[in-house]
Structure formats: structure tokens, C-alpha cells
């Protein structure tokens, strides 16, 4: 965990399919992207808080009485834009609706014509904390199913979680594919299945482990101190 990080500290995590930086948000980068997406968040948890204070409707959230917001970072024509979005758990038989997924859904809806390039990365914060602290809090794996299909085309891609609601520790991770890797497992076993069949001979050792943990290389843009 990142979060007993000191300051100018940092540790890089191999986590099965992701690669994972923690860092103290002071050394991003001032006019790196991701350091703008986690100012994006800061300003969408205020505003959200302070709306609240004057009045809420608790229907929102009856089933699990947690609150998770998220924020979208696009990059259109240029520049960056971000899409608000949280998550909205009624308790219907249809299920819940995850902040990431609302915030994709919101982003087509205001840009039809975004492309899954232009996806920059997304920042989950859950609005919970001491021994009910949800953070960091990564996408669940129907969010992360949505997520890996830009990935499939952008692997630039970016899942920012953090540590608490101060957003004083940022995580970094970055999506290997895993549909991929489990296509390449598949492949593997069913040469080998073959090769057994047709008496042809053991085939060469398998690379299941570097499929599973194979992970793209997460740049930060940290500075210098």
C-alpha cells in the first residue's frame, strides 16, 4: 500500500494483471495530465459535499449508503476535458450503476463522436473513511471489462485510485489485458493438447506467467525531487 508513503517516496507494485505506481500527489508533474485529473477530482468531491449539505435525496444511494465519485479525463481536439460521474445503488433487481460506467455513459452522451482514443484515464474516489474506508478503491470487474476495451486500442490508459479522501497518495495503474492473456493461455493449452494427440511431443514451456503479469509500463511523469 501506498499509503505510509514519505514524502518523495514511491513503490511500483506487480499486481497479477496490473502495474501499479503509488506516489505522493505533490510529485506529479503541475502540468501533467494526470496531476490535472486529480485536481479534477478534488474539485468534483467539494462540489459534491457542499451540494449535499443543502439537500439530498438518500434514495440514491439506499442500498449501500456509500458514495463513490469518479472523473473522467478526455482529450478532444487537443485538450483535456473531464466528465463527472457516481455511482447510484437503489437496490433494483437490475443492479447498481458504478461511477466509472456513469461517467463513460455521460461522456458519449455529450460527445458522440469520442472515439476510445480519446480516453485519458479515470480517478474512483469512495467518500468513506476510518475503518470504513472503501480507498483505494479500484474499478469491479464489470468496470474494468468496460475499461479493457480501450485499453485494446489505448494503452496509455490510466486507473488512478487513492489512499484516502485527502487524495494526498495517488495510485497508478495501467490495464494489461487479460482477455488477451487468457486468449493466449487458451492457445497454449490446446497446441499443447494437440501436439500430446498427434504424439508430436511436448511443446515448448509455457509462458502463462508472463501473460498474466505481463504489464505495460506506467509513466507518471513524476518530477525530479
Known amino acids: 500500500s501506498g499509503g505510509g508513503l514519505e514524502a518523495g ?18 510529485r506529479l508533474r ?3 495530465p494526470l496531476r490535472a485529473l486529480v485536481d479534477a477530482m478534488e474539485e468534483w468531491r467539494a462540489s459534491f459535499l457542499e451540494q449535499r449539505e443543502q439537500s439530498h435525496d438518500p434514495f440514491w444511494h ?4 456509500k458514495i463513490v ?25 437490475s443492479g447498481s450503476l458504478c461511477a466509472e460506467r456513469n461517467a463513460l ?4 452522451s ?9 480516453f485519458v484515464a479515470v480517478a474512483v474516489l469512495s467518500l468513506t473513511s476510518g475503518a470504513r474506508s472503501l480507498n483505494p478503491l479500484p474499478p469491479c470487474g464489470v468496470c474494468s471489462e468496460w475499461f479493457e476495451k480501450i485499453y485494446e486500442v489505448n494503452a496509455e490508459f490510466r486507473v ?4 484516502d479522501e485527502s487524495l494526498s497518495v495517488v495510485h497508478v495503474s495501467s490495464l494489461a489485458p487479460v482477455g488477451g492473456a487468457l486468449r493466449l493461455i487458451k492457445a497454449h493449452a490446446e497446441e499443447a493438447a494437440e501436439a500430446e494427440r498427434t504424439g508430436g511431443g511436448a511443446c515448448p514451456p509455457c509462458d502463462q506467467e508472463r501473460s498474466l503479469s505481463a504489464a505495460v509500463k506506467v509513466v507518471v511523469n ?4
Open 160 to 163: 488512478l485510485t487513492f489512499s
Open 69 to 93: 465519485l469518479s472523473v473522467l479525463g478526455l482529450s478532444l481536439g487537443g485538450e483535456l476535458t473531464f466528465v463527472r460521474g457516481c455511482n447510484v445503488e437503489v437496490s433494483m433487481p
Open 110 to 118: 455529450m460527445y458522440p463522436a469520442l472515439a476510445r482514443e480519446d
Open 30 to 32: 503541475a502540468d501533467a
Open 105 to 108: 455513459g455521460t461522456a458519449l
Open 62 to 65: 439506499r442500498k449501500s449508503h
Open 222 to 225: 513524476c518530477t525530479d525531487a
Open 9 to 26: 517516496e514511491e513503490a511500483i507494485h506487480s499486481v497479477m494483471t496490473q502495474s501499479i505506481t503509488s506516489l505522493r500527489r505533490a
